[in-house]
C-alpha cells in the first residue's frame, strides 16, 4: 500500500523530529562507549552512519518537497 503525498509528509516531520534526534543520541552514545578512535576513523564513522539513517525511508522522503501531485 503507498502513502498518500500528506501522509508522506507528515511521516517525514516525525521521522526528522523524533527518529533524527534519537538515532544521533544512540550514536554518540555507542561512540563514547568505545575508546576515542583516530580522527580520521571518527569522522568516517560519523559520516556513515549520517548516511545510513535515512536509507531504511528513502521511500518516505522521495518527492515530499515537491507540489502535491493530488492537488
Known amino acids: 500500500m503507498a502513502l498518500s503525498y500528506k501522509a508522506r ?10 527518529w533524527l ?3 544521533v543520541v544512540v550514536a554518540v552514545s555507542i ?3 568505545l575508546d576515542r578512535p583516530h580522527i580520521i576513523v571518527e569522522l568516517l564513522i560519523y559520516v ?5 539513517w535515512a536509507l531504511p525511508f528513502k521511500f518516505v522522503f522521495k518527492g515530499v518537497g515537491k507540489e502535491d501531485p493530488d492537488a
Open 9 to 18: 509528509r507528515r511521516l517525514s516531520l516525525v521521522l526528522l523530529l523524533v
Open 48 to 52: 556513515v552512519l549520517g548516511v545510513i
Open 31 to 33: 561512540m563514547n562507549w
Open 21 to 23: 534526534p534519537m538515532f
